[in-house]
């Protein structure tokens, strides 16, 4: 078992409220972004965004869909001009419902490097259906280290610690094209409601 702890002050980010389920923000280059819930019509979008990003493992469409209408709660998509330039799919642990399960982030390529997709999670957790979440988990392979630098960015950012341990093996993954590489889970929190 890997266990590693970082721990580093927060940070604030701007928000612009219009309700309490919808937030304008701006990123870099003052383009403003728009974060809500996704819809069941937001499938196709999302399956497009996961396809392009060339290392996210690619789901049917048919998940996507169910997703976006089934955990849109703990989901969100962020958008400009009607275009979906980031998704991050989010469902409450079964087994421990204070844990907020972060199964994919994505962001399309002509919008990374400006913190979007911290500023979605930072969103995310902000929503009334995630009052309750005291931790955020994640799995993330060694070779991913974009991801890696998120979930220990959010860590700073919210002012709590990060654990990295083993999960899943490469030979846990049954019938693989390719070899599938390890994965590490990351475990942020616990998160305060005042740095959320």
Known sequence: MVSKKI??????????TKNKNETTLTV??????YFRKPVKDDGAAVWELIKDSKVLDLNSSYSYLMWCDIFSETSIIAEKDGRTFGFISGYKNPNNMNKLFIWQVAVDASARGNGLAT??????LKREACKDIDYVEATV????????????GLAKKLDTDCHINDYFIAE????????????LLFTIGPITAENK
């Open 7 to 16: 721990h580093s002050g927060g940070e604030s980010i701007n928000t612009n």
């Open 119 to 124: 500023k979605m999670l930072r969103q995310l």
């Open 28 to 33: 870099g280059f003052e383009n403003d972004f």
């Open 141 to 152: 392979s060694p070779s991913n280290q974009p991801s890696q630098s998120l979930f220990r």
């Open 172 to 183: 846990d993954f049954p019938d693989e094209e390719k070899e599938h590489e390890d994965e």
